[in-house]
Nanobody, 128 residues
Framework: QEHLVESGGGSVQAGGSLRLSCAAS????????MAWFRQAPGKSREGVGSFARDGTTRVADSVKGRFIISKDNAKNTLYLEMNSLSLDDTGTYYC??????????????????????WGQGTQVTVSS
């Protein structure tokens, strides 16, 4: 069982910024496809962004230009920098990992079922 630990969530006003972190083991960090998902109350879990093993990053159209996904190799940490936050960004944010080439696909990375390993989630609340 791979261990992923998210942090950095909190409450912020619309227009503000937050940076989420996902700490993982070195094996996960170096060899797995990693992604961020979010889930709003009453809605299904949706892919926000992914970081492939070859360094390719993808973000959902809904956050393009506002969210940036990156890695810190020295800290084995995946980040999600979120800017210009809106009320629609409210939800629980999860870090996920997969051993397969999920992140190589422009569509599969968005599918929660393609990721067997998950963190516990961190809450992001955006208020007006």
């Amino acid at each position: 069982q791979e261990h992923l630990v998210e942090s950095g969530g909190g409450s912020v006003q619309a227009g503000g910024s937050l940076r989420l972190s996902c700490a993982a083991s070195k094996v996960v960090f170096d060899y797995y496809c990693m992604a961020w998902f979010r889930q709003a109350p009453g809605k299904s879990r949706e892919g926000v962004g992914s970081f492939a093993r070859d360094g390719t990053t993808r973000v959902a159209d809904s956050v393009k230009g506002r969210f940036i996904i990156s890695k810190d190799n020295a800290k084995n940490t995946l980040y999600l920098e979120m800017n210009s936050l809106s009320l629609d960004d409210t939800g629980t944010y999860y870090c996920a990992a997969s051993t397969g080439d999920v992140c190589a696909s422009s569509t599969r990375w968005r599918v929660a079922g393609a990721f067997p390993y998950w963190g516990q989630g961190t809450q992001v609340t955006v208020s007006s």
